[in-house]
T-cell receptor
Framework: QKEVEQDPGPLSVPEGAIVSLNCTYS??????FMWYRQYSRKGPELLMY????GNKEDGRFTAQVDKSSKYISLFIRDSQPSDSATYLC????????FGSGTQLTVLP | EAQVTQNPRYLITVTGKKLTVTCSQN?????MSWYRQDPGLGLRQIYY???????DKGDVPEGYKVSRKEKRNFPLILESPSPNQTSLYFC???????????FGPGTRLTVT
């Protein structure tokens, strides 16, 4: 079993939809939880990160961590075609572990 | 412009021919790292460096070497490349630890 599991998709939604991206993990020692966005043929870019449990909001993006369930989510409100990318979750205790990514397409 | 640069962006080589992929950052970051990205496996860390002359193994270090002689540069060396090292490689840097990393554009390596 992988330490971090992420549904690879692909996920297609219409423009304006609310998107929910999720990761589960097995290592309860993870303290930092990150979401990266990776456009095709580009390097990943950090969207946001949270420390421990709770929610964090940044514009149309909300990151949620539920440590009791070992489950993290990224919500995208009012999704746009420019949000089409692969989304990677990542988690850190003393080392950083990435999920394999979910490919998202937002259709105009 | 704050950035991480990698060279070359694309490389095709043959088994056993030593190669170096360069990485440079202009943000005065202390932490630098190398990852490889393979389909279905996500990003896996090869080596990282907490500061000049301080390097350590990541999850998949076999077949790779690194050095950190200057703060801005962190080259990845493949002494004897093999086909299983065909992958997409990313260099990244961050101010102190791997939480807020800035990634380079990637180097696509093919070993035949």
């Amino acid at each position: 079993q992988k330490e971090v599991e992420q549904d690879p998709g692909p996920l297609s939604v219409p423009e304006g939809a609310i998107v929910s991206l999720n990761c589960t993990y097995s290592n309860s020692a993870f303290q930092y939880f990150m979401w990266y966005r990776q456009y095709s043929r580009k390097g990943p870019e950090l969207l946001m990160y949270t420390y421990s449990s709770g929610n964090k909001e940044d514009g149309r993006f909300t990151a949620q961590v539920d440590k009791s369930s070992k489950y993290i989510s990224l919500f995208i409100r009012d999704s746009q075609p420019s949000d089409s990318a692969t989304y990677l979750c990542a988690m850190k205790n003393w080392q950083l572990t990435f999920g394999s990514g979910t490919q998202l397409t937002v259709l105009p | 412009e704050a950035q991480v640069t990698q060279n070359p962006r694309y490389l095709i080589t043959v088994t056993g021919k030593k190669l170096t992929v360069t990485c440079s950052q202009n943000m005065n970051h202390e932490y630098m790292s190398w990852y490889r990205q393979d389909p279905g496996l996500g990003l896996r860390q090869i080596y990282y460096s907490m500061n000049v002359e301080v390097t350590d193994k990541g999850d998949v270090p076999e077949g790779y070497k690194v050095s950190r002689k200057e703060k801005r540069n962190f080259p990845l060396i493949l002494e004897s490349p093999s086909p299983n090292q065909t992958s997409l490689y990313f260099c990244a840097s961050s101010p102190r630890d791997p939480v807020e990393q800035y990634f380079g554009p990637g180097t696509r390596l093919t070993v035949t």
